[in-house]
């Protein structure tokens, strides 16, 4: 357990995983709305070769962003994904083929889907700037 006291903390607390991350893992994330997950994820981005100093947006509105690190990271936003849209349809299945890193925000929108290599990261907002940051790796 982490907790954050500002977004630079956050930030700092996904580059220190980016450390131990390794190809064909996924990262699922759960937090409300503007809790962190895009700041932790440009976290690990940064903390990757070739993420250094990167711009990091969240896919909110495109679905997906990719990253050209080492290894690539596919960052996916479920949020506004349609309901009646099951996530596999934004090609989940090529993205966790095993030679990338994929990030999913909102990941409770996969309904209990399983990946053999995977990290759940819980974000939950204190109050003000203060995260209390739960990192599991499965």
Known sequence: MHESRSPDETEAIGRKMAEEITAGEVVLLYGDIGAGKS?????IVHGLPGGEGRTVRSPTFVYVRHYPTRP???HIDL???????PPEELGLEEWTDG????????????????FSKCTEVHIESMGGDRRRVEIRRK
């Open 79 to 85: 949020y506004r994904l349609p309901m009646e849209t």
């Open 39 to 43: 700041v932790l994820t440009r976290g």
């Open 72 to 74: 690539p990271i596919h």
């Open 99 to 114: 030679g990338s890193v994929t990030i999913i925000e909102w990941a409770q929108r996969l309904s209990g889907r399983t």
